[in-house]
């Protein structure tokens, strides 16, 4: 089993900057791919950007201003998100996989003002 904790997540202003962590524990060896997705009121959970074995992917709404990197050693993924917008506000959430197996953490909240 593989449980993931996110951190980070908070109240920022539009323009601002917030930085996501996800600390994977347990069966960490079965982990090829992690990733964050977000879901806000009323709407389906999305991709925003995932790491796997070195490759990444990004949505074309976040690509620019989000980054996503991975520390093995730590066990963690993070999410680098600067010039946020209003419209990033949502639960975000860390998702890792082998597929097919996939491992999702509880959401942190990130709420960005006007």
């Known amino acids: 089993q593989v449980q993931l904790v996110e951190s980070g997540g908070g109240l920022v202003q539009a323009g601002g900057s917030l930085r996501l962590s996800c600390a994977a524990s347990?069966?960490?060896?079965?982990?090829?791919?992690m990733g964050w997705y977000r879901q806000a009121p009323g709407k389906q959970r999305e991709l925003v950007a995932v790491i796997d074995r070195g490759i990444t992917n990004y949505a074309d709404s976040v690509k620019g201003r989000f980054s996503i990197s991975r520390d093995n050693a730590k066990n963690t993924v993070y999410l680098q998100m600067n010039s946020l917008k209003p419209e990033d506000t949502a639960v975000y959430l860390c998702r890792g996989w082998k597929l097919p197996y996939e491992y999702w953490g509880q959401g942190t909240q990130v709420t960005v003002s006007s």
């Open positions: 347990g069966s960490i060896f079965s982990i090829n791919g």
